[in-house]
């Protein structure tokens, strides 16, 4: 079976500082990869995802994450965080083999003024 | 285009009701899936339905059932109600059952409270 693994659960970090939040998976099987963001008492929103190409995919947010497969990893990075991105930021897995998505348990970003 | 409709946004039960929600996919889009949210657990999946068939399922008891109609509207329940049914409850739309590589699009969520 696939797993996601989302090694930080709760990430603080001062406004304007740079972030990564880091996510792994295992697969022996091709992936698929997404980032998705939740603010409170709302669903998950698509941040990024990375199909198939350039290993380093962007959102129109300032966000960026890149694929690694040898160390089979899908980082989330973006180099000056505002306020409004504190939220719970969950990893995502999709591939052929059962034919659904496996999830991480989520990073609480929290973005101090 | 119009988002993944869930309905109502907050529910309040009594341990033992039962429970149905509602959800309306993307239009286009006709497989949903659903996904049960807590503090404790984080995302769990329940189940998904295409072509109003469960496809898939999670590691659930009994009480919690789903359907799907032939408008790919979604329906799940939960019979007998107990108080660590609390969370907020995801319905996630894609285009069809097997489309890995698109993502899923999800609504809001309904909040379900049992006292």
């Known amino acids: 079976a696939q797993s996601v693994t989302q090694l930080d659960s709760q990430v603080p970090v001062f406004e304007e500082a740079p972030v990564e939040l880091r996510c792994n998976y295992s697969s022996s099987v091709s992936v698929y990869l997404f980032w998705y963001v939740q603010y409170p008492n709302q669903g998950l929103q698509l941040l990024l995802k990375?199909?198939?190409?350039?290993?380093l995919v962007e959102s129109i947010n300032g966000f960026e994450a890149e694929f690694n497969k040898s160390q089979t990893s899908f980082h989330l990075r973006k180099p000056s965080v505002h306020i409004s991105d504190t939220a719970e930021y969950f990893c995502a897995v999709s591939t052929y083999t059962g034919n659904q998505f496996y999830f991480g348990t989520g990073t609480s970003l929290t973005v101090i003024p | 285009k119009a988002g993944v409709t869930q309905t109502p946004r907050y529910l309040i039960k009594t341990r033992g009701q039962q429970v149905t929600l509602s959800c309306s996919p993307i239009s286009g889009h006709r497989s949903v899936s659903w996904y049960q949210q807590t503090p404790g657990q984080g995302l769990q999946f329940l189940f998904e339905y295409f072509s109003e068939t469960q496809r898939n399922k999670g590691n659930f008891p009994g009480r919690f059932s789903g359907r799907q109609f032939s408008n790919s509207r979604s329906e799940m329940n939960v019979s007998t109600l107990e108080l660590g049914d609390s969370a907020l409850y995801l319905c996630?739309?894609?285009?069809?059952?097997?489309?890995?590589?698109?993502?899923?699009?999800f609504g809001n969520g309904t909040r379900l409270t049992v006292t």
């Open positions: 990375y199909l198939s190409g350039s290993t």
């Open positions: 996630a739309s894609r285009a069809y059952w097997g489309a890995v590589d698109s993502p899923l699009h």
